[in-house]
């Protein structure tokens, strides 16, 4: 019999526990979380691309941060021109500040002219609103969305405001409000807006295309040359306005070249309006008419001035019938008076002309970097040895007067006279 083994003297080794494990990094993890997305990506794009580029869309628009509204550089509307004295309120401010071009402004603000003060608004969708002196308005509306309608809108607290239209998107609105009415205008139209609360007269103008007004349960079409007029508690009066003139001479950008500018009579003519009795012309030196440098009131179609300086001058003339009412200003044309120097000639030379159905082919020679104006056109295309050659905008037939006007670096101007006749 053997005896008793002693366990603390027992020579067999206790069982062990052995634990394996391999490590993983963070790194590892997100290698194989970012194969498993582009797994599952790439299996829904194959079977669903629809949604893949919604989704995508989406994505880009949050990190962009356009999901709902464009940007607030976009949807902002800014200043493209400033005259004179022109001040903004901000809406979160009681502190009038000078405006300028890189004032934006938002819903709520507020922007006011001086009396030789004048400023053109654009918003993001093209329509601009061009404020005359002594006017006060309030931004209403500025909403514009990523593939929606656009809706802008201005209250005129007081004073004159033009406002023009461009091509707008379906659903999209422009208006501008006076008192208790407003005024919804249609694509690619013109109005001009009048509030006087001392006179209690509020007026909307259309001068092309169209608007509708609303006050209340009133609801007014107005289309070119139509005044839809109120006073407050009146109902509103539609009634037809006088046409401005159409603006003949001088052509618009046309250089007017003479060797003693102040003793130049500059000549102005304008196709007459029917019923207008007399004129008024303005002249300016600035594009928004806040410098009246010459101003003659005529009963003819036509006016010599002289007396100006030589540089760029911009005029218009309204018509005034005998009922002593006036018409809307015409169109704004630009003129420049140049003074010629003795030693200033240029080369101008036009070597043929043909007539193209109803325009004019010039073709002709001036010198490398020179500037010419043909009945009012700039030139676009000037070959780098000075050759030309320009059409004509389409002729009426009969016989006409091509005036050609150039400008070389030196200073120095030439003026060339055709006469053409365009058959019927």
Request: hydrophobic share 35%; glycine share 8%; proline share 6%.
């Amino acid at each position: 019999m053997q005896p008793p083994v002693d366990p603390k003297h027992s020579s067999k080794t206790p069982p062990r526990v052995e634990v394996y494990w391999t490590a993983v990094t963070y790194k590892t993890v997100a290698i194989y979380l970012v194969l498993l997305g582009v797994i599952i990506f790439a299996g829904l794009y194959l079977l669903v691309p629809d949604w893949y580029s919604k989704a995508l869309a989406k994505v880009t628009n949050s990190v962009n941060g356009d999901g709902e509204t464009v940007s607030a550089n976009l949807t902002q509307a800014k200043f493209v021109n400033l005259d004179g004295k022109v001040q903004v309120k901000k809406v979160n401010s009681v502190t009038w500040v000078t405006a300028d071009y890189r004032t934006a402004l938002d819903k709520g603000d507020q922007v006011q002219t001086g009396s030789d003060g004048a400023a053109r608004i654009t918003f993001a969708d093209g329509t601009t609103y061009t404020m005359k002196p002594d006017a006060l308005v309030t931004v209403e509306e500025n909403t514009m969305g990523n593939n929606r309608p656009t809706s802008v809108a201005v209250r005129i607290q007081t004073g004159s405001v033009d406002l023009n239209t461009p091509n707008l998107s379906p659903g999209s609105k422009a208006a501008v409000s006076v008192e208790d009415a407003v005024a919804q205008l249609h694509q690619n139209s013109r109005a001009t807006v009048k509030n006087d609360p001392e006179t209690n007269e509020h007026e909307f103008v259309v001068t092309a295309g169209g608007a509708e007004v609303k006050r209340g349960p009133e609801q007014i079409e107005l289309t070119q040359w139509e005044k839809a007029s109120f006073q407050t508690g009146a109902p509103i009066q539609k009634s037809n306005v006088l046409a401005p003139p159409e603006l003949v001479a001088p052509l618009n950008l046309a250089p007017l070249i003479t060797e003693y500018p102040r003793n130049y009579d500059v000549h102005f003519e304008w196709k007459p309006v029917q019923g207008a009795v007399s004129y008024t012309l303005r002249v300016s030196t600035t594009a928004m008419f806040t410098k009246i440098v010459k101003e003659a009131k005529v009963s003819g179609p036509t006016a010599e001035i002289s007396g100006f300086d030589p540089g760029d001058y911009f005029w218009s003339v309204s018509a005034t019938n005998g009922k002593k009412e006036s018409s809307e200003v015409s169109e704004t044309r630009k003129f420049t008076l140049v003074a010629q120097g003795k030693t200033g000639e240029m080369l101008l030379q036009v070597d043929r002309w043909q007539i193209v159905g109803h325009a004019a082919e010039i073709v002709g020679r001036t010198e490398p970097g020179a500037a010419l104006i043909i009945n009012g056109q700039p030139v676009p295309n000037i070959a780098p040895d000075g050759t030309f050659r320009h059409f004509t905008e389409q002729l009426d037939p009969g016989q006409h007067t091509i005036v050609i006007v150039g400008q070389n670096r030196r200073g120095g101007t030439a003026k060339c006279e055709l006469s053409i006749v365009v058959p019927k």
